[in-house]
């Protein structure tokens, strides 16, 4: 079943967020937990959200774990503590698609994505340290909020991956 709209190239500015890093399995099911634990530290520090909660995938490996961010956006790059980290979503041209449907399928729109990307002759922003492939910019918004959301059927993610910077060359 596809879940995803076409995709698009869409340009996005560097901003500021803060979030939790983890690693996951195959499935993120901890994504609204700790997307809460994040909102509830911007409130104690009576800070706003710039933005919607996502997750920032940092790498992907073949096995199934995943080492991620949950996080949300700021107005102001923040000082972090033991447990939340504080930085910047790269800015630059990203692949764009939504993703509609249950998160749990989330993973086919992804990988439609990058399907899309290498159909299209473009190269996703990819670093190596060591043998680990680690992604600058893969990212996923959550529209439909995570947090409140008590259903699994009918939710929608932006999904974003950066582009290296000479794509249009």
């Given at each position: 079943?596809?879940?995803?709209?076409?995709?698009?190239?869409?340009?996005?500015?560097?901003?500021?967020?803060?979030?939790?890093?983890?690693?996951?399995?195959?499935?993120?099911?901890?994504?609204?937990?700790?997307?809460?634990?994040?909102?509830?530290?911007?409130?104690?520090?009576?800070?706003?959200?710039?933005?919607?909660?996502?997750?920032?995938?940092?790498?992907?490996?073949?096995?199934?774990?995943?080492?991620?961010?949950?996080?949300?956006?700021?107005?102001?790059?923040?000082?972090?503590?033991?447990?939340?980290?504080?930085?910047?979503?790269?800015?630059?041209?990203?692949?764009?698609?939504?993703?509609?449907?249950?998160?749990?399928?989330?993973?086919?729109?992804?990988?439609?994505?990058?399907?899309?990307?290498?159909?299209?002759?473009?190269?996703?922003?990819?670093?190596?340290?060591?043998?680990?492939?680690?992604?600058?910019?893969?990212?996923?918004?959550?529209?439909?909020?995570?947090?409140?959301?008590?259903?699994?059927?009918?939710?929608?993610?932006?999904?974003f991956i950066l582009l290296l910077a000479d794509h249009a060359a």
């Open positions: 079943m596809r879940y995803m709209n076409e995709p698009t190239i869409k340009e996005r500015g560097e901003q500021p967020y803060v979030g939790i890093a983890a690693k996951v399995s195959e499935h993120i099911e901890t994504a609204p937990e700790l997307a809460a634990e994040v909102l509830a530290w911007l409130r104690a520090r009576n800070e706003t959200p710039a933005g919607q909660p996502f997750i920032r995938f940092w790498c992907l490996d073949d096995d199934g774990h995943r080492l991620i961010e949950v996080g949300i956006p700021t107005k102001k790059f923040m000082a972090e503590d033991h447990r939340v980290v504080s930085g910047y979503l790269p800015g630059g041209d990203f692949a764009h698609t939504t993703h509609n449907g249950p998160p749990d399928c989330c993973w086919s729109s992804v990988e439609g994505l990058t399907d899309w990307l290498r159909r299209e002759g473009l190269s996703p922003a990819l670093r190596y340290e060591g043998e680990t492939k680690i992604w600058d910019g893969h990212i996923a918004f959550f529209v439909t909020d995570p947090i409140h959301k008590n259903t699994q059927d009918a939710w929608v993610i932006e999904l």
